[in-house]
């Protein structure tokens, strides 16, 4: 099976600290995804990776950063955290080529006082 | 752009009962559909899927068909059990640039009571 990890399920922070999530896949997955769930709004994208040290923009970029230096790992970084990036982070993977059927890891609530 | 629709929730039913939850989507082109269910403290995970029109996409039980004259891909299960509560996401896929990605709708949460 899939396996895709994340470094903590809940966070708090204070605001203006730098956060880092760290995701890590074990199926050598090409892809990885960073997204945020909020009610009312379901999961937007907020970054891709479609290779190590590959990136791209998602829907909702600003105030945040990535990181991939390993296939199996994908790090979102908050330069510098806000109340209004309270949310829960879910990472993904996919197989490159599948990227419709996306693996979830378990989520990260994190909560910026 | 493109864009999915489902519908809001709860969606409260007992054991047995008979569920749809509609989902209908604006696309260009021609998008895979799929269904995502989150249970309980968990990540999403891909329920079913289909790639394209009249295609039907079934899992557990749940069905889900490809309606281009609709635009719909409207979620159905006969009889729902207690496990089945959960969260569920309509989504399409598409290719933008080069790469595949995911577009979710909000989420439908399912409450099945024994």
């Known amino acids: 099976d899939v396996k895709v990890t994340q470094s903590s399920r809940y966070l708090v922070k204070r605001t203006g600290e730098k956060v880092f999530l760290e995701c890590v896949q074990d199926?050598?997955?090409?892809?990885m995804f960073w997204y945020r769930q909020d009610p009312g709004l379901g999961l937007r994208l907020i970054y891709f990776?479609?290779?190590?040290?590959?990136?791209e923009k998602g829907d909702i970029p600003e105030g945040y950063s990535v990181s991939r230096e390993k296939k199996e790992r994908f790090s979102l970084i908050l330069e510098s955290a806000s109340t209004n990036q309270t949310s829960m982070y879910l990472c993904?993977?996919?197989?490159?080529?599948?990227?419709?059927?996306?693996?979830f890891g378990p989520g990260t609530r994190l909560t910026v006082l | 752009g493109n864009s999915v629709t489902q519908m809001e929730g709860p969606v409260t039913l007992s054991e047995e009962a008979f569920l749809t939850i509609n989902c209908t989507y604006t696309a260009t082109g021609y998008p895979s559909l799929f269904w995502y269910v989150q249970y309980p403290g968990e990540g999403l995970q891909l329920l079913l899927k289909a790639t394209k029109a009249d295609d039907k996409g079934s899992n557990k039980g749940f069905e889900a068909t490809y309606r281009k004259e609709t635009t719909s891909f409207h979620l159905e299960k006969g009889s729902v059990q207690v496990s089945d509560s959960a969260v569920y996401f309509c989504a399409l896929g598409w290719t933008n640039t080069g790469f595949q990605k995911l577009v979710f709708g909000t989420g439908t949460r399912l409450l099945v009571s024994p």
């Open positions: 199926m050598d997955h090409e892809n």
């Open positions: 990776s479609y290779d190590v040290k590959m990136k």
């Open positions: 993904a993977s996919s197989l490159f080529g599948e990227a419709d059927t996306q693996y």
